[in-house]
């Protein structure tokens, strides 16, 4: 089964995905591994690699390497720009920040990254990213004009392009790290229009209370990364997070 029929089935049998994310540049290969494997215990549906800096090359490769030695969960890329293609990895986001100043992070990364994923034979999932308050590192580096956290309108009009522009996922992002995530009322808002297009929603959902406020508001999957690296006990934190956003 392709990665992103695997997540909509699990969207529609269990109400909510959670997806781990994982940054190369954060731990070891054995060490991300270790992450991977432990989320898998706990329950987690997939893993996404990927990071704002440094997450490309040998390392983005050693790092799918191990964590495919030690769980089936599909591996999902998630590229701040081209280098963060690997063939190692099952699918890719292959994502447009929306909301970005520069035609970098919208179309110039995908085209330098699409020939790698033609050849690569990794799936595509295309997806529309978009940035809200306060953004965070991801917010810098892709020169994001935020939008801001009281006006869920700006992010319901950029949901709706990436809609008609035939992209099948949308992703809120608040920000790796964030102090608060994205707004239950933004998130209804965005899913309202979206209709049965999948609406990821990350950036600061740190507990299980927190993560099912935003599947309740209406995100189809959830994604979890600061909280995850801290956690000395990883599969328990998946445990609650993910017992909070399932049916
Ligand atoms: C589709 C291709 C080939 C490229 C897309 C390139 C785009 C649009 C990038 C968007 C801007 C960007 C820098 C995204 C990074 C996404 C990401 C991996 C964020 C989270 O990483 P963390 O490691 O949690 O955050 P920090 O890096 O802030 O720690
Ligand atoms: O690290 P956290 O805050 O969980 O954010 C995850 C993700 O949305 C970042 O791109
Ligand atoms: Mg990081």
Redesign the pocket.
Known sequence: MQVEEYLDKIAESEGTVHLT?IDPASQTPDQAAEIAHAAALGGTDAIMVGGSTGAGGVLLDQTLLKIKEKTDKPTILFPGNASGVSKHADAIFFMSLLNSRDINYITTNQAMGAPVVYKSGIEPISMAYIIVEPGGT?GWVGDAKLIPKRKPELAVAYALAGKYLGMHYTYL??????DSPVTPEMIGAVKHVLGNNKLIV????RDGETAKMCALAGADMI?????LEESSNVTAKIEELVSAIKK
């Open positions: 994310l991801v992002e608040a920000g790796s790290g964030a990350g950036g600061g959902i994604v979890t990364g600061t909280i």
